[in-house]
């Protein structure tokens, strides 16, 4: 013959089968989202005691959070301090109507790390786009310095081509200043004389450089 249990048998069976830890859990949240909300409350009214401890109850939380969206420990503890100061300003702002405590600060935990994330990105943008300008700068100057000295060694190249008493009037002329007269009272020579020289010497120089 089999004995049913009594009740008081069957409910304590039925505590150590099934225990009720959903609804024990669901139970501490609505707790703890109440017992926040209240801090919330009376840091909206400048209690320094409540931010205390509404900040040891969240931190942890607030800090993981915006962990993962920067991916950087040290970032994450500075805007982690950042929201706590958001908090601490607009803790009077939150209306347990809308949403939960825990609800509110994780949402401004992750607005502020969004933004910490996109002023980053801005910031990299900038500075990428500055060194591009200054290298651009400094290549466009080493180009141009390069160029230069090329052109100086072709025209040098083309000096030497010329016939010394050419060479020399157009040295004189262009690299000396002097004008064809003064060219020509220096080496005590005829103003045609000069002109002659300087004009088949720049010919010559021209044909050496390839420049019609």
């Not at 209240?38 to 962990?67: I, K, M, N, P, S």
């Not at 990428?128 to 230069?148: K, M, Q």
């Not at 100086?152 to 004008?179: D, H, K, P, W």
């Not at 005590?188 to 390839?210: E, M, Y």
């Amino acid at each position: 013959m089999t004995t049913r249990p009594s009740a008081a048998e069957g409910d304590s069976f039925r505590r150590e089968a099934f225990p009720p830890t959903v609804d024990s859990a669901v139970t501490a949240r609505a707790a703890e989202s109440i017992e926040l909300a209240a801090l919330l409350h009376r840091c909206g009214r400048a209690d320094q005691e409540a931010f205390a401890e509404l900040y040891d109850r969240t931190c942890a939380r607030v800090f993981g959070l915006v962990l993962r969206v920067l991916h950087d420990p040290g970032y994450a503890e500075e805007t982690t301090q950042e929201v706590y100061l958001q908090i601490w300003r607009m803790a009077s702002t939150f209306d347990p109507a809308k949403g939960s405590a825990v609800t509110w600060l994780m949402t401004l935990a992750h607005r502020r790390a969004v933004d910490r994330v996109r002023a980053e990105q801005a910031h990299t943008q900038r500075e990428v786009a500055y060194g591009i300008r200054v290298l651009g700068n400094e290549f466009d100057e080493v180009t141009e310095e390069v160029e230069r000295r090329f052109e100086q060694q072709a025209v040098l190249a083309g000096l030497a081509t010329l016939t010394e008493t050419q060479r020399e009037a157009i040295s004189l002329a262009y690299y000396g200043g002097r004008t064809y007269a003064e060219v020509a009272t220096y080496l005590d020579v005829g103003l045609p004389t000069v002109k002659s020289r300087i004009r088949d010497g720049l010919t010559r120089l021209k044909k050496s450089l390839g420049v019609t």
